[in-house]
Every structure is written in C-alpha cells, then in structure tokens.
C-alpha cells in the first residue's frame, strides 16, 4: 500500500480528534474466540460418521471440502489464522474431542481426550474456550437434556457438564488463561408445554448440580445462552433469556448472548450497556440471523458496526470474551471463516475510531443534529485504508488478496477431500 493512503487517511481522522495508529494498538490486544465448528458444519468426531442431529441447529449446504478428521480441521485452523489479523483463541466443542475411534459417551469424557488440544494450542500461544455438546446424542433426541422429565436422562447430561467444566479448567491451567465453558442446551418444545415452571425448575437443580465443583477463575469460567426459540423448540425454549439472566445473576456466571438467539427486531447491542451494569463479564456469540437463527456467515454490516462500537463505547472490551458462531456450507469453509472473523475485527476497529469523545458531548448537549450529522461523516471516512494498513501491520493478506488466498487452499487443498 502506497504510504499516502495511509498518511492521509490518518491526518482525516486526526481532524475529529481520533488517532489512528492508537486504534491500531487497540485492535492488536483483543482476542477472538474462533469457534472450531464452522470446519465440519458441526458434526464433531466423536464417531468415523458423526452427524448434526437434533437441538435445532440447522446447517445448509454440500459445499466440498469439509474438514474429515482432526488433522484436516487442524489444517483449515491454520489456515485460517493465517489470513486474519492477530492472535485468537479457540473454542471448542467437545465433540472435537480425540477420541481415538473408541465409543466414549458424553458422560466418560476425560481431560486426556483434549491433551491433543491443548497442545496443538499452546505451540500456536493460543487459549482455549470449551463448549459441552448437548445435541446430536440419541439422549437428546426427544428435546430435553439438563431439565428432562426422566432423572436418569438428567443425571447423564449433568455428569457430561461437570466433566466439560473440568476440561475447562485443566485447558486454562495448562495454557495460562482462563478457559470460558458455555453451555448452551437444545431443551425445547415444538408445541405447547404446559408444566413450563417444572422443566425450569429442574433446569435449575440440574445447572445447580452441574457447577457444584469449584475451580479458580484463573483457570475456567462458567457461561450460560439463552436463547429465545429454535427449530423444534418454536413454543418453548427452556433456558429462556429471562431464565438465564436470573440464574446467571444469581449464581455468579457469565451469560451468553447469541446474536441469533432473540426476536429480529431485537438489538444484542443495545443489551450491552444493560447486561454490563449487572454483570462484570460477557461472552458473546456473534453471528447474523438472517429472518431466524441462521447463523450464516458474519459480515461487516450495521449489526456488526453497532455492536462493535457499543462494545467500545462502553469502555467494557477488556471485560467481554468475543465468540464467534455461525456456519454455512453452501461455500469455502475456510473463506466463510475468514470472512466472519475478518468483519468482527474490521468493526472493531471501526469502532476504535469513532469519534467518541464528540459524539458523547453533542450527546450531553442534547444536540441531536450535530450527533446525527457526525456519525453520517463518519461512515465515510477513508476506514479501507486503516484497515489495509492493520492486516499489511500484521503480516496478513489485505481483502483484496484474501479471495485468491483462500482459492489457493481450495486448489491445493480442499478439493482433493473426496
Ligand atoms: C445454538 C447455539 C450454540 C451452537 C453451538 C454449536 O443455537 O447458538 O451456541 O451454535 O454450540
Ligand atoms: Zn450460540
């Protein structure tokens, strides 16, 4: 990139009072928490043929490519991280785990089947986060895990929770960084219950008995999304937004919140600044439901945009764990991945050059119109140029070379996973 661009770029924003090279500095600090589902579609390895089944996720698309094993997804991990700016984290879920083509059920897995993991992580200096798996399991096939009517069903699902948070622990120790286990249940209902407050009841006893053990908050943290309706859950979602909120808050946990997981009108970002009064720590999942829970491909658009900058106007970034979640495989995995994770961080640093100071004193001033009429000035203010300057700044392809990047591995590659 010619220097100018950048110069001129810069001395633009210096003009509203925003220091480009500062917002640099602060992009460069945040982690994402890239999540290790989006190489496979979710299916997981816990068996040769495994399969999404069950818990509402939907996932479209024959695209070829996908990753097969735990060596190919670790090969699509790689390349990935090569094209996006930083350094990232993973999250994973725990039907990632090795389990060596042995059978082992959700309720026997071990911090062995992750040992793989962990290194693989710490020789990339990356931390990683844990998710428990409550679907694709013929014990979650009649939609209830954790609140199911049957106490042996539960039992079993609060065993398989109580050694994910184990994991977790021992993934944090080992890496040096708390590891952040969220657990999202499918627990539903397609049409009318009509004993809600029981199946939330047990929800409770069960999550209770689940996070009994105790584990330092060096070492894992607890989250819990919510979620407002899914495929075979359209009626009644167990672990409602409200449920959550309460239990989260009362139990001392973080809450997930899922961009997909609330009516479309909803703004996850307008949540923030409620959510951040009550709450010391967040875990998002980032995604763009496009009319439903979609999880398609995240793209840098005004959800995005807004987001972002609330997480930046709040002051509260350092105190927020960013996951991503969506999946489509109806195109290059490893480019939807790329994509996604590339437009969290090109709104990030969107957000990182806002010019906020202003922003909030028209605000304080009551004058909606200079408010108004700055941010439009901000939308077009030469951010390309910034953002080139970043990925060039960290040895990453700008956007202009991620498509033949990307190409390449599908060439050399992807194409030949037949
Ligand atoms: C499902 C939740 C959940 C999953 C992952 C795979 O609606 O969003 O986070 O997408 O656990
Ligand atoms: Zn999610």
């Known amino acids: 990139m010619n220097e100018h661009v950048y110069t001129d770029a810069k001395e633009r924003y210096a003009e509203l009072g925003v220091d480009a090279e500062k917002a640099i500095a602060a992009l460069k600090t945040i982690p994402l928490s890239l999540h290790c589902w989006q190489t496979d579609d979710v299916g997981g390895f816990e068996s040769p043929d495994a399969e999404l089944s069950g818990g509402g996720i939907q996932v479209t698309g024959n695209y070829p490519g996908k990753a097969r094993s735990i060596g190919e997804m670790r090969a699509d991990l790689d390349k990935v991280t090569s094209v996006i700016p930083g350094t990232h984290r993973l999250s994973l879920h725990m039907s990632y785990g090795e389990f060596d083509g042995r059978k082992v059920d959700r309720d026997q897995i071990a911090p062995e089947h992750f040992a793989g993991w962990i290194a693989w992580a710490k020789e990339r200096n990356m931390g990683l986060d844990f998710n428990g798996t409550y679907f694709s399991h013929p014990k979650a096939d009649d939609g209830f895990t954790l609140s199911h009517p049957d106490k042996g069903i539960r039992d079993f699902w609060v065993e398989h929770g109580r050694r994910s948070r184990q994991i977790a622990a021992v993934m944090g120790e080992a890496l040096g960084t708390p590891t952040i286990l969220n657990t999202w249940i499918p627990d539903g209902a397609k049409d009318l219950p009509v004993d809600r407050l029981g199946y939330r009841a047990r929800l409770v006893e069960s999550l209770d008995a689940m996070i009994a053990d105790k584990y330092p908050s060096a070492h894992m943290k607890d989250a819990v999304e919510t979620k407002l309706f899914g495929i075979g859950s359209e009626s009644f979602v167990v672990g409602s937004h409200e449920f959550y909120m309460g239990y989260a808050q009362s139990r001392d946990t973080m809450i997930c919140l899922d961009m997909g997981h609330f009516h479309p009108t909803e703004s996850v970002a307008d949540k923030l600044s409620s959510v951040y009064l009550f709450f010391e720590e967040l875990l998002l999942h980032v995604s763009r439901p496009v009319r439903w829970d979609s999880d398609h491909v995240v793209i ?21 764990h960013i996951g991503l979640d969506f999946f489509d495989a109806t195109m290059n995995r490893v480019g939807a991945y790329a994509i996604g994770s590339r437009a969290v961080l090109k709104g990030l640093l969107a957000a990182f050059l806002e010019p906020h100071e202003t922003l909030k004193s028209y605000d304080l001033e009551g004058n909606a119109f200079a408010r108004l009429a700055l941010l439009e000035q901000a939308r077009t203010l030469p ?25 390449e591995y599908e060439r050399n590659v992807l194409v030949k996973r037949k």
């Not at 997480?311 to 105190?319: A, K, P, Y």
Request: charged share 30%.
């Open 300 to 320: 840098f658009n005004d959800d995005i945009a807004d987001l972002t900058r609330e997480l930046v106007r709040c002051g509260r970034i350092g105190d927020t």
């Open 383 to 407: 951010f390309g140029a910034v953002w080139n300057r970043y990925c060039e700044e960290m040895g990453v392809v700008s956007d202009a070379g991620l498509i033949e990047s990307v190409m």
